[in-house]
């Protein structure tokens, strides 16, 4: 199988980063996020890009990085929240081994307080969160190896279980 050993995807907020540094630790590879990528390449937020730019701009740009980053990239890899929206992006998940984070909303008011700093939450935030992992669980599901539910689990809690439903031994 070529590409990242580990791909990650799930909601914003769900502890794709960190879990994902975590997984790259133990498995003894590197970790790679796409937001990050998306970042350095634009010289600006996510954020940013989304209010200079809108939607569809940015998901133009996300599905070249994260193209890009499954092409490249042999360790861990964080996809941002909306990069399953892509069907393209689907098919290369096809065959990898994917772990999709998940939550429900009562922890993502927790962990991310569903601020207006995310710009697809700004207006009404519970309600826009609800709504695009309406829109989105499916797809998740649809790219996963595994589903982690992350509720009122530490990120290493998470990790271990990662670990045990991919089977994969530590480095």
Not at 3 to 8: A, E, I, S, Y
Not at 37 to 64: H, N, S, W, Y
Not at 120 to 129: E, S, Y
Request: cysteine-free; overall charge negative.
């Amino acid at each position: 199988m070529s590409g990242p050993l580990v791909v990650l995807v799930g909601p914003m907020g769900v502890g794709k980063s960190t879990v994902g540094q975590l997984l790259a630790e133990r498995l003894g590879v590197t970790y790679r996020d796409t937001d990050d990528d998306i970042v350095a390449e634009q010289g600006r937020t996510i954020a940013e890009i989304f209010v200079d730019e809108g939607e569809p701009v940015f998901r133009a740009i996300e599905k070249a990085a994260v193209h890009r980053a499954l092409a490249e990239h042999d360790g861990v890899l964080a996809l941002g929240g909306g990069a399953i929206l892509d069907a393209d992006t689907r098919a290369l998940l096809a065959g990898q081994r994917v772990v999709y984070l998940s939550m429900d909303v009562e922890e993502a008011v927790k962990r991310t307080g569903l601020n207006a700093a995310r710009p697809l939450l700004a207006v009404n935030p519970r309600k826009q969160w609800r709504e695009l992992m309406e829109a989105r669980r499916h797809l998740y599901e649809e790219v996963a190896t595994a589903v982690v539910a992350t509720d009122g689990r530490m990120p290493e809690e998470v990790t271990e279980i990662a670990l045990d439903a991919l089977e994969l031994k530590e480095a």
